[in-house]
């Protein structure tokens, strides 16, 4: 089993930038990892996803070419660094793990964003 922890949520001005951490209890190399987020009152949705290796990674229209994902699978942990924020982005952001016979989830991290 792996457990999830994020960290980096804040309050932060619109324009500004926060960088979110999702560090793994166990190898986390087994894995797809993605970002996912839900606003109050909506479902929640996919972020941004990156395969095993780090090679591909994919964006929700929302975020492309302000968000970036990354991982070291080193140091277990998967990154979201959130540029350009908007009022829209804010949510409580979570950290998924996705493996051929199980899905990870951490408790998520809350994001504001003010005008």
């Known amino acids: 089993q792996v457990q999830l922890v994020e960290s980096g949520g804040g309050v932060v001005q619109a324009g500004g930038s926060l960088r979110l951490s999702c560090a793994a209890s166990g190898s986390m190399g087994w894995y797809v990892m993605g970002w996912y987020r839900q606003a109050p009152g909506k479902q929640r949705e996919l972020v941004a996803v990156i395969t095993k290796g780090g090679t591909t990674t994919n964006y929700a229209d929302s975020v492309k070419g302000r968000f970036t994902i990354s991982r070291d699978n080193a140091k277990n942990t998967v990154y979201l660094q959130m540029n350009s924020l908007k009022v829209e982005d804010t949510a409580v952001y979570y950290c998924?793990?996705?493996?051929?016979?199980?899905?990870?989830w951490g408790q998520g991290t809350q994001v504001t964003v003010s005008s």
């Open positions: 998924n793990a996705r493996g051929t016979a199980a899905t990870y």
